[in-house]
């Protein structure tokens, strides 16, 4: 069974950095088990509901929301098992809950596929919290 755990998260300043960690276990698929998946991160707060703020394909294609282009970035290590959100710059709008999120490929969903849709996932994270202060 996925199971995902996100660490990190924390109270900071407008302008600093914050990398947020998600462990992941249970993959399945041997050594090709992080070919069968697709990552991504998210972020929930009252306003805006969850909305996904980047994602990575099996072939370490990545994709960022607008809002994230530029100063978030993210990444897996696969030999630690982990992912990463890494944030630069951090101000007061890109608080909130983050999830990250990992879904099993189809037959038919491409290697270099990823989605920020969080319909598309359905193993989740409990969520790290981040607040930034102005």
């Known amino acids: 069974q996925v199971q995902l755990a996100e660490s990190g998260g924390g109270s900071v300043q407008a302008g600093e950095s914050l990398r947020l960690s998600c462990t992941l276990s249970?993959?399945?698929?041997?050594?090709?088990?992080?070919?069968?998946?697709?990552l991504a991160w998210f972020r929930q707060t009252p306003a805006k509901g969850r909305e996904g703020v980047a994602c990575i394909a099996a072939d370490g294609t990545t994709k960022y929301a607008d809002s994230a282009e530029g100063r978030f970035t993210i990444s897996l290590d696969k030999a630690a098992n982990t992912l990463y959100l890494q944030i630069k710059n951090l101000k007061p709008d890109d608080a909130g809950l983050f999830y990250c999120?990992?879904?099993?490929?189809?037959?038919?969903?491409?290697?270099?596929?990823?989605?920020?849709?969080?319909?598309?996932?359905?193993?989740w994270g409990q969520g790290t919290q981040v607040t930034v202060s102005s």
């Open positions: 249970g993959f399945t698929g041997g050594d090709n088990a992080w070919n069968q998946y697709y």
């Open positions: 999120a990992a879904q099993r490929r189809s037959l038919y969903t491409s290697f270099w596929h990823c989605s920020r849709a969080s319909s598309d996932f359905h193993n």
